[in-house]
């Protein structure tokens, strides 16, 4: 069974870890993540606020009561949730840094694809940073949260993620999405996490975790691209 960690527990919520490959809901007999956060936190209610794709490690948020549920689906929905996520890939993006947007829509198979129309677009801020040669490091801020959204818009820049089977051609040992930090203020106290991902080669080498330790250690302090609307 995989490793899963709960970060921290306030009265109102808890943060946990989420490894890669752990599916949200109990999955062929296998109990999911809610399922064994509800028994490692031993509490009576655990409501889901958020998801992450089954690929996707590190930060992910429940309420522990009713009320705490729906403050968080207001934040989200207000957008006064931030979150910040590590991909990685071994495709040249299209440009280095800024901002991607767009309608999505379904394609097949499960897909997702981004389209030039902005009627309700997904909106994605990132910067990206050389690694070793022939991969690159994102960091991305969404603005949104759609199905896929990272995913697709890595993809759209030509740089799908390193591992991910639905959007790239490159095999990994393991998909390179990881929901590293979040921000968020609530009951008027502020509460910031932030977590290294310890799986995967890719992302637990020397150049990825200087970069981490150094110039993304504080990725709310970094000076996002303009949100445009």
Not at 13 to 25: C, D, N, Q, T, V
Not at 115 to 121: F, G, I, K, V
Not at 158 to 163: D, K, P, T, V
Request: aromatic share 12%; net charge positive.
């Amino acid at each position: 069974m995989l490793d899963i960690d709960i970060i921290d527990q306030q009265p109102d919520f808890l943060i946990a870890y989420k490894p890669a490959g752990l599916s949200f809901h109990s999955e062929s007999g296998q109990p999911g993540l809610f399922q064994q956060v509800k028994a490692l936190a031993l509490t009576p209610e655990l409501y889901p606020v958020h998801r992450l794709d089954k690929m996707t490690s590190g930060l992910i948020i429940f309420a522990t009561n009713k009320n705490s549920a729906t403050e968080f689906q207001q934040l989200f929905e207000q957008r006064n949730i931030e979150k910040y996520y590590l991909a990685i890939s071994d495709k040249k993006p299209k440009k280095k840094q800024g901002l991607i947007k767009g309608d999505m829509e379904k394609s097949r198979r499960g897909m997702w694809k981004l389209l030039r129309s902005q009627t309700n677009p997904a909106i994605s801020q990132f910067f990206s940073y050389s690694l070793t040669e022939g991969k690159r490091l994102f960091i991305i801020k969404p603005y949104t949260g759609r199905t896929h959204q990272i995913r697709v818009a890595l993809a759209s820049i030509g740089s799908a993620i390193l591992g991910d089977s639905y959007y790239s051609k490159s095999s990994s040992d393991r998909g390179y999405l990881h929901a590293y930090a979040l921000r968020f203020t609530i009951a008027d106290k502020q509460y910031q996490y932030l977590n290294y991902p310890h799986q995967g080669q890719e992302f637990t080498s020397k150049a990825c975790q200087e970069l981490l330790s150094t110039t993304l250690a504080a990725p709310w302090q970094l000076i996002w691209p303009e949100l445009k609307f």
